[in-house]
């Protein structure tokens, strides 16, 4: 069954909404032209919804010890690739603050135990404080160094499901923001216990781009407002608590013989929920880093795996 977590409009709908008191957008349901807009958008969303987790399969959820309870807990999300015989985590590089020296732990199936993968991090430079909290970057590819288990492997993407070719713009095809929020998460000693969830957006203008200063090309930003309408009724949108180091997914329509296919493509990996700002008048969005970034990290510290 496909749950529609959110419903983000076309930008022909924007011009028609009106914000009250309760930050809730008043729309005229029964106007033909939202109607109409609204129809399509929700047929595309089921569609992006229901296609193929060729890439989506790859996402799984990052564990580390609790400070406050000394057990392992949910911190964030990761993204299976392989490249060649080498495998990593894509993940962002301040998930790697809170883990330091330790092992990358992450979960692979339901009820079974947390892996701990010995590795070396190649990542974006620290910010001016010591961290990767200012790391405008917040990149990371996790280098897995010992035996890979089957289960990563059997659930591992590779490049040529990368949205590499353009950054070129287009508000109406669908992403899917995916990985695992902590309010879902949970082990029980060392068996892992998360929810992965998939939430339908679309990318964000590209005058929204300029307002926040970010590079399309660097980046790829999506819609994520407080308030999203399932069934004709505004509810507030959930917490992306833990979604750090998901994945952006790109739904691309493809003409094939047997009609149109839907089709993943891995576009970023998730940095960060910005929520509303109403001084820059710019609603709550989701910013990855492209994918691109993290595959400059891998080869220039391993070059032959780029090469013919």
Excluded at 78 to 89: A, T
Aim: include cysteine; charged fraction near 25%.
């Amino acid at each position: 069954m496909v749950n529609l977590y959110r419903l983000q409009f076309f930008p022909i709908l924007k011009s028609y909404l009106k914000v009250n008191d309760n930050m809730k957008p008043k729309i005229d349901l029964q106007n033909p032209i939202i109607k109409e807009a609204m129809s399509i958008y929700q047929t595309n969303v089921l569609n992006a919804l229901n296609a193929e987790q060729t890439v989506e399969k790859a996402v799984v959820p990052i564990y580390h010890i609790s400070d406050k309870k000394f057990k392992l807990e949910q911190i964030a999300s990761g993204v299976i690739v392989n490249i060649k015989d080498e495998y990593f985590i894509l993940s962002a590089s301040h998930v790697f603050d809170q883990i330091g020296k330790y092992a990358l732990c992450i979960g692979v199936e339901p009820g079974k135990e947390v892996l701990q993968l010995p590795g070396e991090r190649f990542s974006s430079p620290k910010g001016e404080s010591g961290t990767h909290n200012d790391d405008a970057i917040d990149a990371s590819a996790y280098h897995i160094t010992g035996d890979v288990p089957e289960s990563i492997k059997k659930l591992s993407i590779t490049m040529d499901v990368f949205d590499t070719e353009s950054s070129e713009n287009n508000i109406n095809i669908v992403y899917l923001a995916s990985g695992f929020r902590v309010k879902k998460s949970n082990t029980k000693g060392n068996a892992v216990y998360s929810k992965k969830e998939a939430f339908p957006s679309c990318e964000i203008t590209d005058k929204s781009y300029e307002i926040l200063n970010l590079d399309s090309n660097m980046y790829v930003i999506l819609n994520f407002e407080e308030q999203n309408l399932i069934e004709g009724k505004w509810q507030l949108s959930p917490t992306p608590r833990g979604f750090s180091g998901g994945a952006i997914i790109k739904v691309i329509p493809t003409e094939t013989e047997t009609g149109v296919v839907y089709k993943q493509k891995l576009t970023g990996i998730i940095t960060e929920h910005r929520k509303k700002n109403k001084q820059k008048n710019i609603d709550g969005v989701l910013i990855g880093t492209r994918i691109n970034v993290h595959l400059a990290a891998i080869e220039k510290f391993l070059p032959e795996l780029f090469s013919e």
